[in-house]
């Protein structure tokens, strides 16, 4: 990259991360590290001009993703959470923050978030031409996609906290980024140290790096806050991230399947041959080639993957040439 070149910049939030630090912030009286989305875009942005730095380039965020489970208007009334959930909209708007919201699972577990997250940090690098993912992530589940962007020539930031503390239900909460996602990314800012001057212009005191640790102790997956308390159980049991379902995003043909399900003349289910027990749904627009009409259950079908707002989706689905 020469100098003067712009670096292009994609920044991924795990929401339910997001909130579990939120969490930890609130019973700190020297809150560690940005405590707002606006504040953590300023953050970033600092951070990664600082890092980029030596490299001679000039930094442009280019696009900014917020990825979280959404229980639905009626839980959130009985909770007395809509108008918590409505503001959190609002701010993202506001910042030009794209959101992400997919159906909680039985409306307590957050499914396919994971998966939406990485599809589209897989598409920014592959896609769009972005140098550099930062994410504000923990997880293992995420080592995957690091790897995969590493093979596409992207680079990864991780920027994490790792706390222990009691939550205002009594819950004891521990968050440890995971060794094995530490050792994928690039760069990892270590925030649990950082102090926020009160009166601090917004760009002003960054933390200090600190390289991750790589005990084999330390990769205990993170503990998330589910955000919407008193809720605990949000462990997300949809598809696991791998190499292969990275690889198999997007395009025509790039996995195979057979039609599982035909429902209602517009949509159905395609079991996938390579991920054993793994179904996708598909919708008649996402054909190529073959109308829905022309389709049966136990079909051989070729699709690529992508994802809506309720999850990951087979797309570009047409009959397998064998």
């Known amino acids: 990259m020469a100098a003067g070149d712009i670096t292009r910049v994609a920044l991924f939030i795990d929401g339910g991360y997001w909130s579990a630090v939120r969490s930890f912030q609130r019973q ?8 707002s989305l606006q504040r953590l875009l300023e953050y970033v942005t600092a951070r990664v001009t600082e ?33 918590q959930q409505s503001r959190l909209i609002d701010e993202l708007l506001n910042l030009g923050i794209e959101s992400h919201f997919l159906p909680m699972l039985n409306g307590f577990k957050e499914k396919g978030v994971d998966v939406a997250l990485a599809l589209e940090a897989y598409r920014a690098v592959a896609e769009r031409g972005v140098d550099l993912v930062v994410m504000v992530a923990g997880d293992g589940d995420y080592a995957p996609l690091l790897q995969s962007l590493k093979r596409k020539g992207g680079r990864t ?11 205002g239900f009594g ?8 060794a094995a996602l530490a050792r994928e990314a690039w760069r990892i800012v270590q925030v649990d140290h950082y102090r926020e001057p009160a009166a601090a212009p917004a760009l002003a005191a960054l933390p200090v790096e600190e390289e991750a ?24 049991d949809g598809v696991d991230i791998t190499p292969e379902l990275l690889s198999g995003f997007g395009g025509r043909g790039t996995r195979i399947g057979q039609v599982q399900s035909l429902h209602e003349d517009s949509y159905g289910f395609i079991r996938d041959m390579s991920l054993s027990g793994t179904n996708w749904f598909f919708h008649r627009n996402g054909l190529i080639g ?14 690529g993957l992508g994802y809506n707002h309720q999850g990951p989706i087979a797309e570009g689905v047409s009959l397998h040439q064998k």
Do not use: K, M
């Open 28 to 35: 700190r009286a020297n809150r560690p590290g940005p405590h």
């Open 290 to 303: 073959v109308a829905y009409e022309d389709l049966y259950v136990g079909a051989e079908v070729e699709f």
């Open 213 to 236: 640790s790589t005990d084999e102790g330390a990769a205990n997956e993170v503990a998330l806050d589910p955000g919407i308390e008193p809720i605990d159980d949000d462990e997300d």
């Open 171 to 178: 819950r004891h909460r521990v968050s440890r980024t995971s």
């Open 51 to 83: 890092l980029e730095g030596s490299r001679g380039t000039t930094c442009l965020i280019s696009e900014t993703h917020y990825f979280r489970g959404y229980l639905g208007t009626d839980a959130l009334e009985a909770q007395n959470r809509l108008r």
């Open 157 to 167: 930031v991780l920027i994490v906290w790792d706390f222990e503390f009691e939550d």
